[in-house]
């Protein structure tokens, strides 16, 4: 169950990294036969956004305001209203503009791999003598060095303290609670394919309009 594409065991490593190569978020241990659909499906991101406990991300692009963060993806992935799929054949300059600036952040995460393979070379290589349990301390131990090393290089330290534990424990009930009702409407919303449209057009306009303003 743990041989893909790659035709040997492996496992997945789900990260969030910004541009300066800390990486926000991991997920690791997920057989390595699953495809993206598979890995958002079991996904802690997506569940603490139904759980509602995900942190707030507003913002307005193109003069709408949205509730929620949105993450640069490929074409494999659906149309949910935090998802913006890459353009594979954009017809037009603005499209274009907007694919070469998608494709420039999606980079960063397979950057902040490559820096973590290359200073750790046990996550590199093949696991032959460790079992599971053993390879996700393992990469959990070289994500924690590695942002160490991000904190120590940055020139100014950022004074914002982030939550990191939060108490999701579930409250359970056999009764239609208003807490069930609340995640299955944050559920249609996440889903929603008009969203979709509409967040990746007013991304296009916005990114089209910086472009004509430097």
Request: hydrophobic share 40%; with cysteine.
């Amino acid at each position: 169950m743990y041989t893909g594409h790659v035709e040997k065991p492996t496992f997945i490593l789900e990260a969030v990294a910004s541009e300066d190569l800390w990486i926000w978020y991991a997920f690791f241990g997920m057989p390595g036969s699953f495809n993206n659909i598979n890995v958002l499906d079991q996904s802690d991101l997506f569940n603490e956004l139904r759980a509602g406990v995900a942190p707030s991300a507003r913002f307005v692009i193109n003069g709408r305001e949205y509730g929620m963060g949105y993450y640069l993806a490929d074409g494999i992935y659906p149309k949910w209203a935090t998802i913006v799929q890459r353009i594979r054949a954009p017809n037009d300059r603005k499209k274009a503009h907007f694919a070469r600036m998608q494709e420039a952040y999606r980079k960063d995460v397979e950057r902040a791999f490559g820096v973590l393979q290359a200073r750790f070379a046990i996550v590199k290589g093949p696991s032959r003598f460790w079992d599971q349990e053993d390879m996700y301390y393992i990469m959990t131990t070289c994500i924690i060095l590695h942002n160490m090393i991000i904190e120590y290089q940055r020139e100014q330290e950022d004074d914002e303290t982030i939550e990191l534990l939060r108490d999701t424990s579930p409250q359970l009930s056999r009764e239609r609670t208003s807490t069930f009702s609340e995640f299955l409407a944050r559920n249609k919303k996440i889903r929603s394919t008009e969203t979709y449209h509409q967040l990746r057009y007013d991304l296009i306009e916005h990114l089209w309009v910086r472009l004509s303003e430097e």
